[in-house]
């Protein structure tokens, strides 16, 4: 990937916008600074979709939310995992089988849009597992999950599909455990691992393209685990956006495997050139934010009058040398973090 190469916005070329919904769009029930005006401004020129890992609300509740916040957006626009999920369950069973479900209201509209029918007994033989999140799910679902798969997939036991496979899930009140400490213990029972939809699998991704019709995508988020090496898998271009999860600190650190093609400090930024890395060697230089590696040592030579910049650089600076951080000696400044947090 050309990292921080472009001279022109993050928007040239691109026919498709695709948005992560927390830390992007909103955070809790509020829509974060400057967010729904940049994406409205986008859809003037072209196509916008969301897509959520979340699997407990449907389309349409999602599209009604969005729409609170101000966003112009229909039930068609917006990609869940559950959606991704049906992507994979088609390409294995054939719509008018019996299909176990673990979760709520999200899958089952997806399921019985598709023409599946829906148990939640495995006494049903139903022809799959499929598992996403909702506050209600309890033991006794989890406990017919193991039960229809007991036989292992290549000794003729039957799929097993998974909205997410996200650790967490933020609540009101704090971090609660997400859909993939649920799935997790299915697969302690039994010994199977799930076939994975949404982020950082790329069905979701690919149901997006699909459906949309995307020729030149690009995708934004906070995670760089999940949104921006999905992306990356999936080919994708991408933008992590620091009004989010991950901050600069993990942005300097981020694996060669999530590393996105741009870095906003918020969704105005879509519409601003964005600033050519250049290197002059051992300097890396985004407007007037200049860094230099000297050894183990990152350097602040300029930090310049946007700390976006300063980031872009030393994130630039770091990442062409192949090391890892954790060799490096980095200045407290290049991680200040004066970004908007959730
Ligand atoms: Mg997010």
């Known amino acids: 990937m050309a990292l921080f190469s472009r001279g022109t916005s993050p928007l040239d070329d691109v026919d498709t916008v695709l948005a992560d919904l927390d830390g992007v769009v909103y955070a809790g029930a509020g829509a974060l ?13 072209r196509r916008v979709g969301f897509i959520t890992n979340n699997a407990s609300r449907t389309d349409a509740t999602v ?124 697969h302690t029972a039994v010994g199977r691992l799930a076939t994975v939809a949404g982020k950082p699998e790329t069905p979701i991704f690919e149901e997006a393209v699909a459906r949309f019709g995307a020729r030149a995508p690009l995708f934004i988020g906070d995670r760089l685990d999940t949104d921006i090496a999905g992306a990356q898998a999936a080919g994708i271009r991408s ?49 007037d934010a200049r860094v230099a590696i000297e050894g ?18 030393g994130t630039a600076a770091i990442w062409a040398t192949g090391r890892a951080i954790f060799g490096f000696r980095v200045p407290e400044e290049l991680y200040a973090d004066p970004f908007h947090r959730p």
């Open 33 to 45: 600074p400057h967010a729904v005006e940049s994406l409205n401004r986008v859809a003037g020129t």
């Open 63 to 186: 599209a009604a939310h969005l729409t609170e916040l101000g966003l112009r957006v229909e039930p068609s626009d917006i990609v869940t995992s559950p959606q991704a999920a049906m992507r994979l369950l088609r390409a294995r069973v054939a719509p008018g089988a019996t299909i176990l479900v673990v979760g709520g209201e999200g899958l089952v509209v997806e399921l019985e849009k598709a023409g599946y029918v829906v148990t939640r007994s495995a006494d049903d033989a139903p022809a799959a597992v499929v598992q996403g999140f909702a506050p209600h799910v309890g033991w006794s679902d989890l406990a017919e999950a193991a039960y229809a798969l007991k036989v292992p997939e290549d000794a003729g036991g039957i799929p097993w599909i998974a909205t997410n496979t996200d650790w967490t899930i933020p609540q009101a009140r704090g971090i609660a455990p997400g859909n993939g400490t649920l799935v997790s213990a299915v």
């Open 296 to 313: 183990a040592d990152v350097r602040i030579l300029e930090a310049g009058d946007r700390p976006i910049d300063l980031v872009r650089a």
């Open 239 to 287: 933008a992590l956006v620091l009004t989010g999860i991950d901050r600069p600190k993990h942005l300097l650190a981020a694996p060669s495997s999530s590393r996105p093609d741009f870095v906003l400090g918020d969704l105005r930024e879509l519409h601003e050139p964005y600033p050519v890395t250049r290197v002059k060697g051992d300097v890396t230089i985004v407007r």
